[in-house]
């Protein structure tokens, strides 16, 4: 894993954020603050280009066979991607800042600027090519703040984003939630939420230029006593992707997919019972499985066919149409499972999975996760994990007006 130099990268940026946010440059103009924005704006929607399905819908048939699958072998071979259309959204609202800062005749940089009615106030500093962006907007109806921190910047001619969000409740006069949202290019994502309220938080990185995936969540009850973490790691040299929930300390309920250049073929879902059988819920991609002949419209479902014998009969099957597009088989099967419910021998096909492949993906997780977790900085169990989360949220509240909005608005609209 090339973990430490992708986090090294990011505290780099954040060093560099940090050291801006408290000087600025007067030397930039409206017009000329404007057409960076722009840049941004137009670096995001490539992104979303690069990272999105690059095709139109599959037609609706009555037959489909793998050839009308058409889109299917445009997917980016790589199992880890980056699906973009959230965070796109996120970053599209530069759009409205942009028209904001146009609105504004007396705009200037290093300059907070509040509307007439304060429930909007902003923002722009620039130091070193770093872009930085405040947006605060009041809901009245809600009671609620909500800040906008953006950073903006570059990395060897390459768009480097970083966006904080915080959610204020007027009434309890308590945060509601946190989070950040990094983005490199189309290299990797990272993302951090916390909320306040639960105590809860999630921690997840893809990176599609590593070949990174994992995800590590967090939460207690209100008594404090049950801890539950649910923790993902991908595994490059298996293609597989494990999760398991770690209720105070003891691995439960767990997830396997396995992936094949680019798609996924499997999800394995269990559900670990104490007192009755398992439940494993089996999701296949049957366009990653070999064997069947056609897949045909019935009256409410499809039907699976080999040799114009019907298959599968216990799956429920359905044809994504949009994207690249896919044919989905769902089962759930209570109890142990065994080796042809994996291979699919038993309904005449070939999956390419075994039962043992799973048990090894599950084997070697459980020997490594603690120590492939702490690679992120992360101690499992540990209940001071929480400080990573806020010491990246930290350089955000340096330069921030939070405070004075908050005040501003909330302690005249509060009843």
């Known amino acids: 894993m090339k973990t430490t130099r992708v986090l090294g990268l990011m505290l780099l940026l954040l060093t560099l954020v940090g050291c801006?946010?408290?000087?600025?440059?007067?030397?930039?103009?409206?017009?000329?603050?404007?057409?960076?924005?722009?840049?941004?704006?137009?670096?995001?929607?490539?992104?979303?280009?690069?990272?999105?399905?690059?095709?139109?819908?599959?037609?609706?048939?009555?037959?489909?066979?793998?050839?009308?699958?058409?889109?299917?072998?445009?997917?980016?071979?790589?199992?880890?991607?980056?699906?973009?259309?959230?965070?796109?959204?996120?970053?599209?609202?530069?759009?409205?800042?942009?028209?904001t800062i146009l609105a504004n005749d007396d705009f200037s940089v290093s300059r907070y600027f509040y509307s007439d009615d304060q429930d909007v106030?902003?923002?722009?500093?620039?130091?070193?090519?770093?872009?930085?962006?405040?947006?605060?907007?009041?809901?009245?109806?809600?009671?609620?703040?909500?800040?906008?921190?953006?950073?903006?910047?570059?990395?060897?001619?390459?768009?480097?984003?970083?966006?904080?969000?915080?959610?204020?409740?007027?009434?309890?006069?308590?945060?509601?939630?946190?989070?950040?949202?990094?983005?490199?290019?189309?290299?990797?994502?990272?993302?951090?939420?916390?909320?306040?309220?639960?105590?809860?938080?999630?921690?997840?990185?893809?990176?599609k230029e590593d070949q990174i995936s994992f995800v590590y969540e967090y939460e207690v009850d209100s008594s404090g006593n049950d801890v539950k973490e649910r923790i993902e790691h991908y595994?490059?040299?298996?293609?597989?992707?494990?999760?398991?929930?770690?209720?105070?300390?003891?691995?439960?309920?767990?997830?396997?997919?396995?992936?094949?250049?680019?798609?996924?073929?499997?999800?394995?879902?269990?559900?670990?019972?104490?007192?009755s059988d398992d439940i494993n819920e089996l999701t296949w991609n049957l366009l990653e499985v070999d064997g069947w002949d056609t897949a045909k419209a019935s009256i409410s479902r499809y039907k699976m066919y080999v040799n114009d014998v019907e298959t599968m009969t216990d799956y429920d099957i359905s044809i994504q149409q949009n994207g690249y597009g896919k044919i989905v088989a769902n089962t759930v099967i209570n109890g142990t499972l065994f080796n042809q419910d994996i291979t699919l021998s038993k309904y005449g096909l070939e999956s390419g999975i075994t039962l043992q492949m799973i048990e090894d993906a599950k084997s070697y997780y459980l020997d490594n996760y603690i120590d492939n977790t702490l690679e992120f900085g992360f101690v499992v169990g540990s209940n001071n994990n929480l400080d990573i989360l806020k010491d990246e949220f930290k350089e955000f509240s340096r330069v921030a007006i939070m405070n004075d909005f908050i005040s501003k608005n909330t302690d005249t609209n509060t009843p």
């Open 121 to 207: 106030a902003y923002y722009v500093n620039i130091l070193d090519d770093v872009l930085s962006i405040e947006y605060y907007l009041y809901s009245n109806e809600l009671n609620l703040v909500e800040r906008q921190s953006f950073r903006l910047s570059k990395i060897d001619d390459e768009v480097y984003m970083e966006k904080y969000v915080a959610l204020f409740n007027g009434a309890t006069k308590e945060y509601i939630r946190e989070e950040k949202i990094t983005v490199y290019k189309g290299h990797y994502i990272e993302t951090m939420e916390y909320s306040h309220s639960t105590n809860s938080y999630k921690y997840e990185l893809n990176s």
């Open 20 to 99: 801006s946010a408290f000087n600025s440059s007067n030397s930039y103009s409206k017009d000329k603050v404007v057409v960076l924005i722009e840049e941004y704006i137009n670096e995001n929607k490539l992104i979303k280009l690069e990272n999105s399905a690059k095709s139109t819908d599959i037609p609706e048939l009555s037959v489909y066979t793998k050839d009308d699958f058409v889109n299917y072998d445009l997917k980016p071979s790589e199992n880890i991607d980056i699906e973009y259309d959230y965070f796109f959204e996120e970053f599209a609202y530069l759009e409205t800042i942009e028209a």
């Open 235 to 275: 595994y490059s040299d298996t293609g597989a992707t494990v999760e398991y929930e770690i209720d105070n300390g003891i691995p439960g309920d767990y997830k396997v997919k396995f992936h094949n250049n680019g798609h996924r073929i499997l999800k394995l879902d269990v559900n670990i019972s104490n007192t």
